[in-house]
């Protein structure tokens, strides 16, 4: 039986369901489902052609990856009921496939500006108050 890939988190996860596009940079996007969220980073779920657009053909095995940066965009829908872009930069971190065209991604976030960042902040605390409800 394959054992689940387990990381140990630095940060809260609030469970989403926020599309999102992702691809390497200045390349085509393509979608995802944004599955989980936190300060540093996210978990996002794909297809196959997702994968195929961000991993080189010999890097498609699930489980740890290193050195590949992508862009992800997305938007947050904030507490005051506006909405917030965010397009930034993140490194893959692992991912693993649950089926023949169904993959989870996780991200690391390694640049992302100022007002992104303090709509996800205010985004995270509100869902992590709603989460304690």
């Not at 300060?39 to 994968?51: P, S």
């Not at 740890?64 to 904030?78: A, G, R, W, Y």
């Not at 930069?89 to 065209?101: D, G, P, V, Y």
Request: aromatic letters at 6%.
């Amino acid at each position: 039986m394959k054992q689940p890939l387990w990381i140990k988190r630095k940060h809260s996860r609030v469970k989403t369901d926020i599309h999102c596009e992702v691809g390497l940079p200045n390349n085509d996007l393509s979608d995802g489902q944004i599955l989980d969220l936190s300060d540093d980073g996210l978990k996002f779920g794909c297809a196959r052609h997702t994968i195929h657009n961000i991993l080189p053909e010999n890097r498609r095995t699930p489980g740890p990856v290193m050195d590949i940066v992508i862009e992800i965009h997305f938007e947050l829908q904030l507490p005051d009921l506006t909405a917030q872009a965010v397009k930034c930069k993140a490194t893959l971190i692992h991912f693993e496939r649950l089926a023949q065209e169904k993959y989870h991604v996780g991200v690391h976030f390694i640049n992302m500006n100022n007002t992104a960042t303090k709509a996800l902040e205010a985004f995270l605390e509100t869902a992590l108050e709603k989460q304690k409800i």
